[in-house]
């Protein structure tokens, strides 16, 4: 009964948040379970999460040229970890009883509605799922999807747009954390750099790149507890060339599953 309450409340927020739309939309923000994601920045003495994750790329609109290329990319940089990994596109694995199989869900590039409509079961399964000790990673263009509800509210933000397009950028790590030791503090690369709107306040920024302005950094990765789960996100990943390059899946994307798995 409390789940199903929680669930109602949830819909009925999300619901009317996206009736705002296009201005930016209120985020359904619980931290009652939340643990310090900032200072909890390695993975756990004992890992209790399943060493399996779901790579999830579903997309209803636009469809990146290097979504199927990050997914196999991602799952061959887990393999030799001893993390098991499975790939879908079909929402009808996201059910309590499905995502119950996995320590996370990994959601590549995903647009439209990836997960049905915004109160759709598979929805409230995830969020769900993360607030109950999961695992959500959130790969490029996660930020794009719904424009609003309760998977904005996990992801942390809404896309507002990419200005200048694929460019080169220098970015900045930032503080010390597990999903960025394998980083330099300072790099130049070349990608999709996105600007958001109501960005959570919970965010902890792990990295920043410079905006089109040269002026301002935008938060580009960061993490975040989500009740007793861990949240992961980072908006790079939009050319193919990235997911051809082990060493960059390595240390931009594999930490950040490695931290949300405990591992």
């Given amino acids: 009964m409390a789940n199903t309450t929680r669930a ?4 009925a927020t999300a619901l ?12 359904d923000i619980d931290t009652s379970l939340a643990t310090d994601a ?9 890992a209790s ?5 779901l790579v999830y790329f579903r ?15 991602i799952a061959a940089a887990l393999s030799p970890l001893g993390i098991a990994s499975e790939t879908s596109e079909d929402v ?7 995502l119950s199989r996995f320590g996370a869900v990994v959601v590549v590039s995903p647009s439209g509605e990836p997960f049905g409509r915004v109160d759709s079961s598979a929805n409230f399964a995830l969020v769900e799922f993360v607030r109950g000790g999961g695992g959500l990673v959130g790969v490029h263009s996660v930020d794009s999807a719904y424009g609003c509800g309760m998977f904005s509210t996990l992801v942390g933000c809404v896309f507002a747009g990419h200005p200048g397009n694929v460019r080169t950028a220098t ?16 790099f130049d690369t070349a990608d999709e750099f996105h600007a958001f709107n109501n960005f959570r306040p919970d965010n902890i ?26 949240v992961f996100v980072n908006t790079l990943g939009h050319p193919v060339e990235r997911w051809n390059d082990a060493a960059w899946v390595a240390m931009q994307i594999v930490p950040g599953i490695r931290w949300v798995l405990r591992r």
Avoid: K
């Fill in 38 to 46: 900032e200072t909890d920045s390695g993975p756990a003495g004992d």
């Fill in 8 to 11: 109602l409340t949830l819909a």
């Fill in 171 to 186: 970015c900045r790590t930032e503080g010390a954390h597990a999903v960025t030791s394998g980083l330099a503090p300072q």
């Fill in 49 to 53: 999460l399943a060493p399996r994750v």
């Fill in 92 to 98: 009808s694995i996201v059910t309590p009883a499905q």
């Fill in 205 to 230: 920024v792990v990295l920043r790149c410079d905006a089109v302005d040269g002026t301002t950094r935008l938060p580009i990765a960061w993490v975040r507890a989500e009740g007793a789960g861990r």
């Fill in 59 to 73: 997309a209803t609109a636009y469809r990146h040229e290097s979504t199927l290329t990050a997914v196999a990319a």
């Fill in 16 to 27: 009317v948040a996206c009736d705002r739309l296009p201005p930016p939309c209120e985020l």
